[in-house]
């Protein structure tokens, strides 16, 4: 039986339609341009769109699938973490319909999501897991960077977190320095393309460091400070490239050395890798290039299914299910600082 899921943990409202591991649809309405002119996430907006956006974007996701409402036997939402007024709409929305429904009702954590949504694959879209390996799992987007050892389906546990800035939120901070609208990654990756990596030479901050964790504000700082000291290199377009170039390299050097050097460690054969900045290119080819070069199984997660979706809120919430797990009453409540174990 199909199983409905919503995700609305921060800027995108999601619903999509689950069955036996297949993705029957995943409607995404993003809030970018609504939130672009005041340079990020406005939490306030952003729950109202949800609140605007959640029906039509339900029924896309039943009309795309084929599927009538009476049909569902299971409802998921993102429970936490993320932004309280904007999870309360996905949550309360969703127990609601399943209560309607007489459905099961699964809570499910944002980030724990994130960790099965490379493994989603194929035309139509279906989990993966009969390929899975135990594997070293990055999470990167505008709001979290982590890493994870994925032991098992359903079983991980946290090597490490930011402990300041996202490096999301790094990119696009680099990119408003540079006179570009949030969110600004993509801009960077754009420009990058033409520019010379080695041009300028940027901290890798805790590249070195025995620990797992990152750190993204010194880098942001260090920019800030190059331009404020070398002002007129904006009007050059070749200059500008070299910085987007020089800027990428740095966040992406670290993120890929800090999770090869993990799977090493933990001598597992296979990383993955999901959030918004798994989009950028350049940290897809040097993941490729580093697996191939270590023989690692990677997986990343397909350029769709990087930002937040619905999708793998489902995915994860029917393999909860599968394993028995309880299905949560109505009386559960919004989570916007859960911590991932
Ligand atoms: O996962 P996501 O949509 O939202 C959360 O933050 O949860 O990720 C958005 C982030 C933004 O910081 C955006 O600049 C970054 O992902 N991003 C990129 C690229 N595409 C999106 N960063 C670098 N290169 C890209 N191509
Ligand atoms: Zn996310």
Redesign the pocket.
């Known amino acids: 039986m199909p199983l409905l899921a919503f995700e609305t943990?921060?800027?995108?409202t999601s619903a999509a339609i689950i069955h036996n591991g297949r993705i029957l649809s995943n409607v995404v309405s993003s809030q970018i341009q609504i939130h672009a002119e005041y340079g990020g996430v406005v939490p306030e907006l952003a729950a109202r769109e949800h609140l605007r956006n959640f029906l039509p974007v339900t029924r896309a996701a039943l009309a795309e699938a084929h599927i009538d409402v009476g049909q569902i036997d299971a409802v998921a939402a993102t429970q936490g973490p993320g932004l309280p007024s904007a999870l309360m709409v996905g949550l309360k929305a969703g127990q609601a319909m399943a209560f309607a429904l007489r459905a099961r009702f699964v809570g499910v954590h944002h980030h724990e999501a994130h960790l099965y949504s490379p493994w989603i694959a194929g035309n139509p879209p279906a989990a993966e897991f009969s390929q899975f390996e135990p594997n070293v799992s990055l999470i990167v987007?505008?709001?979290?960077t982590m890493l994870v050892h994925v032991e098992s389906l359903l079983k991980h546990r946290v090597l490490g977190w930011t402990v300041d800035d996202?490096a999301?939120?790094c990119?696009?901070k680099a990119?408003k320095l540079l006179g570009h609208p949030?969110?600004?990654?993509?801009a960077?990756?754009r420009l990058a393309e033409q520019g010379n990596p080695r041009a300028y030479d940027f901290p890798r901050p805790m590249v070195n460091e025995p620990h797992d964790d990152f750190s993204f504000s010194g880098l942001k700082t260090s920019i800030r400070y190059f331009l404020r000291d070398h002002p007129s290199l904006l009007d050059d377009r070749k200059a500008v490239s070299d910085l987007c170039a020089s800027i990428?390299a740095a966040i992406v050097d670290v993120l890929v050395s800090k999770t090869m050097r993990a799977a090493k460690r933990l001598r597992v054969g296979c990383v993955t890798a999901s959030?918004?900045?798994t989009?950028?290119?350049s940290?897809r080819k040097q993941f490729a290039d580093a697996c191939e070069r270590e023989r690692i199984y990677m997986r990343l997660a397909d350029k769709n299914l990087?930002?937040?979706n619905a999708a793998m809120i489902g995915i994860l919430a029917e393999q909860k299910l599968a394993a028995g797990v309880k299905d949560n009453d109505s009386e559960q409540e919004i989570l916007p600082n859960w911590e991932l174990a």
Not at 9 to 12: A, G, I, P, R
Not at 141 to 144: C, N, P
Request: hydrophobic residues 20%; aromatic residues 6%; negative net charge.
């Open positions: 943990s921060c800027d995108e987007s505008g709001g979290h996202a999301g939120e990119f696009d990119g949030y969110p600004a990654g993509p960077i990756d990428q959030g918004g900045v989009c950028n290119r940290l990087c930002t937040d």
